[in-house]
C-alpha cells in the first residue's frame, strides 16, 4: 500500500531554456506515494515541458530528477518508462494503423495484465470490441485508449497531459472518476489540466506554472483563494474580484 | 479480454495480421504455388531448373529489405552490400579449405552469414545510436555498397591473395560448389536447396513480424517516439532489424555464389543496389507474400530482357518503379487485391 | 614553403570538389527535405550538355552557362511531372529520383552511346618550386566563394529569398501568410537542378564524360549533404565540405584516393554519433547555449 511520507517522483531545480524562452525555471516537485496532483498553468507556461523533462524526451538544462529515491536524470526515456513511468501526449499518440488490441499488446512489453489496466479497461467501455482499429474510435475513446496503454506498462507515477483536452463534460467527469478509482487503489498520478471543473472534482493537491516557474501549491481551497492565482490563471483581473 | 498469450508462432505465421494470405483461400493459393515449385524439375531440364533457382535465390534479400522497410521503415539502398560480402567471404573461407569441402562448405555459410551481420552491426550502431533522420540511412548504405564495390575493384594483383584464393578485382573470383560428402549441391539439387531455403526464410519472417517483436517494429515505423515511451529501446529494435535483413542479403549472396561459382564487384554497383528496392516497392513492401512473388517475376523478367542482349532492361524496370510509386504506392499487389475487393463489392451490390 | 602551398592547393581542390559535388543536393534539401538520388546524372546531363554546346564551337564559359539553364528547365519539368506528389514523403521520393536516375543514365547510353567527346582543360599550370597547379582548379575554388556569396545574396537579400526561408521554416504557416509554397518549392528545385548541371559542365573537363560518370558524385556528394546536415544551407555546405576535405587530403595524400573516400565515409558516421543534425546545428547550439550562459 502506498506510504504517503515517500517520496516517489522528486525533481530539483529542474532548468528549461528554448533560446530565449525560458520553458522550466528552478523547478522543485516532489510527489508522494499514492497522491493525486494536478498541475494547471496558462498556455505555454511550461507544464507540457515539465512532463518532457520527466520522460526524458528533452534533456534539462540543469537540475535533477529522481524515480522512487533513484536518480533517472541521465537515463533515456524508455529506461524512465521501465523504471515506472507511463506517459501520455497532450496531442492523441495512439497507433492508428493498428487496432485496440495490437496498441495495448505494444503497451504490454509482453508482460502481464495488472489489475489497474484491466480495470481502467473494463470502466471506459474498451474491453469489447478490441479488434476495431483505432480508427473506429471516437476523440475521447482515443484519449481512454491511451491512458489504458500508459497503463498497461504497470507504471508507479502516471503522467497525462490534458487527457480531458476535448471531451464532453460527462466524458470529462467519467475520466476523472476513473482516474480517482485507480490513485484510491495506490498508483501516483499527475495530471495537466485545464479544465476547472475537472481540477476541482479531481485533485488532491494542485500546482500552478507560470512562465516555467512553480507559482503556487496547495489544495484546490488554497489556490483559488489566490488572487495572484485568479489574475494569470483564472483570467480575472484584480478588479473584477475586489 | 485481450490476453490470451498468442498460442503457437507457425500458427500466427499463417493467421497473424500482418501480411495478406492469412484466410483459406491465400493457404491454398500459397500450398499451390509451392506443389508447383515442388513438382517443376518433373518436367523440366536440369538447365531450365538451374535457372529458374536464380530467379528465386534473390528472395531472401528481398524479404529482408521488406521486414526493415515495409514493417520497420528504414529504407535501406546497400542490402547487395551485405550480398557480396557473404558472398566473398564464402568464397574465401571454402576456396581455402577444397581439401575438405564439407567443412569448407559448413565454415564458409558461417563466415559469410557472420561477416555480413557482424558489418551491419558495426554500420548500423553508428546509424542507429546516433537518431539519424530518415534519410540519412538510405544515403549511407547506398555509399556503403559503392565504396565496397570500388574497394572490391581494386583488389587485382598478388597483394589481394587471401590464402590459396585471389579476390581477383574486376576480374572476379572463382567460387566452389557447396558440398556435403561426395554431395554437390548443382542442378536438381541446387534447385530444391534454394527452394527450401525460400520458404523457410519466409516462414520465419512471418513469425517475425506477426510475433511481439514485430508488433514493436511496426509500432516504431508508425511513431518512434511513442514506441519509445512505451519502454521500448527503439535503436536496438532498428538494429536488430538491420541485422537480420542484412543476414538475410548475405543467404541470398550464398546462394549466388554457389549458383555461380563466381562473383565480381560488379554485385554491389549501383545499377544492383537498385534492384532489392524495386522488387520491394514494386510488389508491396509491407507485405512479404507480394514482395516473394513480385520478386520472382522481376528476377525472371530482367533475366529474360538482359539475356536477349536488351539494353533496355535498366530503363523498362526504372519506368516501373517510377509508376509504381506515382501510381500505387502501396505497391502493385496490394493494390491489385484492393481493385479485386472493389470489384467483388460492387457485383455484390447489383 | 612550397609543400604548404601545395597542401593548400589540394585541401582546396578536395574542398571545392565536394562543394561543387553537393551545392544543388544540398539547396534541395535544405530548403524541400526532399533527397534528389538522381543528383549525379544531372550532372552528367550538364557535362553532356557542355560537350555537345563546346564542341559545336560555343566558348566555354556560354557552354556552362547554357547547360546551367538546361539542366534547370529539366529539373523543373521533372519537378511538376513527379517529384511534387512526394512533398512530405521523403523516403519515396528518394525512391523514385532513383528510378528516374536509372532511366536517365541507360537513356543517356543509349541514346549517345558510351563516350561522348572529352572537354580540354581550360587554363594553364602555376609553378611554385617544383609543384604546378593547375589553374582551371584555382579557378574552381574562386567559383565556389562567388556561388556561395551568390547563394547567400539570393536567401538573404531578395524577396525570393525571404519567402524560400519563411517556407522552409513552416510551409503550413507561409501557405497561410500568401506566400506560394508550391511555386517557391518548384523554383527551389530547379535551382538545385541547374547548380548540378553547372558543377556537371564545370567538373566536365577535370574528367571523362560518360552515361555513368554521375556515380563518381554519389559517395562525396552525399557524405557531404549527411555530414552538413539540413539546417543551414551554406553554413553547412561551407562546414562540411571543408571539414571533409581536410580530413579527405592527407588520408588521399598518404594511402591513394580509395582510402580518402574510406576516410571520408568513417568521418561522416563518427561525426553523426556526435552531431546527428549535422555540423549546421554547431551553430544553433552555440546560440542556445550562448542564451543559457
Ligand atoms: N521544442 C521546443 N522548441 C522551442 N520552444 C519550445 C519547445 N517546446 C516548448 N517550447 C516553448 O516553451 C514554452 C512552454 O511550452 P509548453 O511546455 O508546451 O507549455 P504548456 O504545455 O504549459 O502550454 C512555450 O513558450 C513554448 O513555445
Ligand atoms: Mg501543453
Redesign the pocket.
Given at each position: 500500500m502506498p506510504d504517503p511520507a515517500k517520496t516517489i517522483l522528486h525533481a530539483i531545480g529542474l532548468q528549461k531554456r528554448?533560446?530565449g524562452?525560458v520553458?522550466a525555471r528552478d523547478v522543485d516537485f516532489a510527489l508522494t506515494e499514492g497522491e493525486l496532483r494536478c498541475v494547471i498553468?496558462?498556455?505555454?507556461?511550461?507544464?507540457?515541458?515539465?512532463f518532457?523533462l520527466l520522460a526524458g524526451i528533452?534533456p534539462p538544462d540543469a537540475g535533477r530528477i529522481e524515480l522512487e529515491g533513484e536518480d533517472i536524470t541521465r537515463l533515456k526515456p524508455f529506461q524512465r518508462v521501465r523504471k515506472g513511468l507511463g506517459l501520455t501526449f497532450?496531442t492523441n499518440r495512439t497507433f492508428h494503423a493498428m487496432t485496440l488490441r495490437q496498441n495495448l499488446d505494444t503497451a504490454g512489453r509482453g508482460g502481464e495484465e495488472p489489475a489497474p489496466f484491466r480495470a481502467a479497461l473494463t470502466a471506459f467501455g474498451l474491453d469489447r470490441g478490441l479488434d476495431r482499429p483505432v480508427t473506429a474510435l471516437a476523440h475521447h475513446e482515443r484519449q481512454w485508449l491511451e491512458i489504458c496503454m500508459a497503463l498497461r506498462g504497470r507504471p508507479s507515477v502516471l503522467l497525462l497531459?490534458e487527457p480531458t483536452a476535448g471531451m464532453s463534460p460527462v466524458e470529462t467527469r467519467r475520466t476523472s472518476d476513473v482516474l480517482r478509482e485507480l490513485n484510491s487503489g495506490g498508483l501516483s498520478i499527475i495530471v495537466?489540466e485545464h479544465d476547472i471543473a475537472f481540477v476541482r472534482a479531481t485533485a488532491q493537491m494542485v500546482t500552478v506554472?507560470h512562465q516555467?516557474a512553480i507559482f503556487a501549491e496547495g489544495t484546490m481551497a488554497e489556490i483559488t483563494a489566490r488572487e495572484d492565482v485568479r489574475a494569470i490563471y483564472l483570467g480575472k483581473v484584480r478588479e473584477e474580484t475586489a | 479480454m485481450p490476453q490470451k498469450r498468442r498460442p503457437n508462432p507457425l500458427r500466427a505465421a499463417f493467421t497473424g495480421p500482418h501480411d495478406i494470405g492469412r484466410t483459406p483461400p491465400g493457404w491454398a493459393l500459397m500450398g499451390l504455388i509451392l506443389l508447383g515449385f515442388l513438382l517443376y524439375p518433373a518436367t523440366a531440364s536440369a538447365f531450365s531448373a538451374t535457372n529458374v533457382a536464380y530467379y528465386l535465390l534473390n528472395i531472401p534479400m528481398a524479404l529482408g529489405l521488406s521486414l526493415l522497410w515495409g514493417y520497420g521503415g528504414i529504407l535501406s539502398f546497400g542490402q547487395v552490400a551485405f550480398f557480396a560480402v557473404a558472398g566473398y567471404v564464402y568464397g574465401v573461407v571454402a576456396g581455402n579449405m577444397t581439401a575438405d569441402p564439407t567443412l569448407g562448405s559448413i565454415l564458409g555459410i558461417l563466415a559469410g552469414l557472420g561477416a555480413a551481420g557482424l558489418l551491419a552491426l558495426i554500420f548500423g550502431y553508428f546509424i542507429f545510436y546516433a537518431r539519424v533522420a530518415a534519410w540519412i540511412v538510405p544515403i549511407l548504405t547506398l555509399v556503403l555498397a559503392l565504396l565496397l564495390s570500388t574497394f572490391l575493384g581494386l583488389t587485382a594483383g598478388s597483394a589481394w591473395k587471401v590464402g590459396d584464393v585471389a579476390l581477383g578485382g574486376y576480374n572476379g573470383m572463382n567460387i566452389p560448389s557447396l558440398q556435403i560428402g561426395n554431395f554437390i549441391f548443382q542442378d536438381y539439387a541446387f534447385y530444391y536447396l534454394t527452394v527450401a531455403t525460400v520458404v523457410l526464410c519466409f516462414i520465419g519472417l512471418r513469425i517475425r513480424v506477426n510475433s511481439h517483436r514485430g508488433q514493436v517494429l511496426i509500432a516504431l515505423r508508425e511513431d518512434p517516439l511513442r514506441t519509445e515511451l512505451l519502454g521500448y529501446d527503439v535503436r536496438l529494435e532498428q538494429l536488430v532489424a538491420f541485422v537480420i535483413a542484412a543476414v538475410l542479403s548475405g543467404i541470398s549472396g550464398l546462394l549466388y555464389v554457389t549458383w555461380g561459382n563466381y562473383i565480381t564487384p560488379s554485385v554491389t554497383s549501383l545499377a544492383q543496389a537498385s534492384l532489392p528496392v524495386i522488387w520491394v516497392a514494386v510488389g508491396g513492401r509491407d507485405s512479404l507474400f507480394a514482395v516473394m512473388i513480385l520478386t520472382f517475376l522481376l528476377n525472371q523478367l530482367t533475366y529474360v530482357l538482359s539475356s536477349a542482349g536488351n539494353q533496355y532492361a535498366l530503363i523498362i524496370t526504372g519506368v516501373l518503379l517510377v509508376a509504381v510509386m506515382l501510381f500505387a504506392p502501396e505497391g502493385l499487389i496490394p493494390r491489385l487485391i484492393e481493385l479485386g475487393r472493389k470489384a467483388l463489392r460492387l457485383k455484390e451490390a447489383t | 614553403m612550397a609543400e604548404i602551398v601545395s597542401l593548400l592547393y589540394q585541401f582546396g581542390t578536395n574542398a571545392a570538389f565536394l562543394l561543387l559535388a553537393a551545392l544543388g543536393l544540398i539547396v534541395i534539401l535544405g530548403m524541400m527535405n526532399i533527397i534528389n538520388l538522381a543528383h549525379g546524372e544531372f550532372m552528367m546531363l550538364g557535362a553532356y550538355a557542355a560537350s555537345a554546346a563546346v564542341h559545336r564551337g560555343l566558348p566555354f564559359p556560354l557552354a556552362v552557362l547554357l547547360s546551367a539553364v538546361a539542366v534547370g528547365v529539366f529539373g523543373i519539368v521533372l519537378e511538376r511531372l513527379v517529384v511534387r506528389h512526394f512533398y512530405g514523403r521523403e523516403l519515396g521520393a528518394l525512391v523514385v529520383t532513383w528510378g528516374i536516375s536509372l532511366i536517365l543514365s541507360q537513356g543517356t547510353l543509349i541514346a549517345f552511346g558510351p563516350f561522348m567527346a572529352p572537354i580540354a582543360i581550360p587554363g594553364g599550370a602555376l609553378t611554385v618550386g617544383v609543384y604546378s597547379f593547375s589553374t582551371y582548379w584555382l579557378f574552381l575554388m574562386a567559383i565556389c566563394v562567388v556561388l556561395l556569396a551568390g547563394l547567400g545574396w539570393l536567401y538573404k537579400a531578395t524577396e525570393f529569398g525571404l519567402q524560400a526561408r519563411a517556407t522552409m521554416q513552416n510551409a503550413a504557416m507561409a501557405r497561410a501568410l500568401g506566400i506560394r509554397v508550391e511555386r517557391v518549392y518548384m523554383i527551389t528545385f530547379g535551382l538545385g537542378s541547374a547548380l548540378a548541371g553547372l558543377s556537371g559542365a564545370l567538373l566536365a573537363p577535370t574528367t571523362s564524360i560518360a552515361p555513368f560518370m554521375g556515380q563518381q558524385f554519389v559517395a562525396p556528394a552525399f557524405i557531404t549533404v549527411v555530414v552538413g546536415g539540413g539546417a543551414s544551407v551554406i553554413g553547412g555546405a561551407i562546414g562540411s565540405s571543408s571539414l571533409l576535405s581536410l580530413v579527405e587530403t592527407p588520408v588521399s595524400f598518404l594511402m591513394g584516393s580509395f582510402w580518402g573516400s574510406i576516410a571520408l565515409l568513417v568521418t561522416a558516421l563518427v561525426l553523426i554519433r556526435i552531431l546527428p543534425n549535422g555540423v549546421s546545428s554547431l551553430r544553433l547550439r552555440r546560440r542556445t547555449r550562448g542564451a543559457r550562459g
Open positions: 528554448f533560446g524562452v520553458a498553468g496558462p498556455n505555454g507556461a511550461g507544464k507540457s515541458t515539465f518532457a528533452q497532450q497531459d495537466v506554472l516555467g | - | -
